[in-house]
């Protein structure tokens, strides 16, 4: 399973990538504002960084827009992939943008079917938003199970990237179905590597050292 990292924090970015875990980046405009840099300085920079697909999202909502908006993006460089919304409009700029050999992420997708239409779309990248979903008493998990054996029946390229998500829970199911890809905020990549009797482990070790004969 492949994990990219969903912040666009520089900092975050660095830790995480020495630590081998950030396979790629994921930014939206919420995560954008957060920082201090310009937009595309800032994505220029994660790219210097990361060697995997990075997602910048576009904010046109017509097609025509997302598509000029994508090829700007495109040509930053080779491992941007363009966040495009999961419209009637988006899917036709995903079509566009398939044909000419640019890397699309289709971002706010909340149902199956629509997870099937940016895959007919020829979408590199579909993003089920789980935490969102969870948020609504839906459980987020059950869309990414649907996707997946959807995407398996049909053998689709498309891969899956588990987004909002939230908690390690996240991120455990996510693999045991099988998706290819979870986007983890820094908070959450912490407790994944994090459990209490590790951290007990270590303080008996260092105690028990201290008596030694060295
Ligand atoms: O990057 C998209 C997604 O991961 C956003 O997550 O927490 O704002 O629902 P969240």
Known sequence: MKFFIDTANIDEIKEANSMGMVDGVTTN???IAKEDGKFEDIIKQICEIVDGPISAEVISLVADGMVAEARKLAGIHKNIAVKIPMTIDGLKAVRTLSSEGIKTNVTLVFSPLQALMAAKAG???VS???GRLDDLSQDGLILVEQ???IYN???FDTEIIVASVRNPLHVLESAMMGADIATIPFN???KLAAHPMTDKGIQSFLDD???AKK
């Open 209 to 211: 050292w201290k008596k």
């Open 128 to 130: 089920p938003f789980v």
């Open 188 to 190: 959450v990549l912490k």
């Open 147 to 149: 996707i997946v054996e």
């Open 29 to 31: 405009p919420t995560l």
């Open 153 to 155: 029946n049909y053998a």
């Open 123 to 125: 979408a590199t990248f």
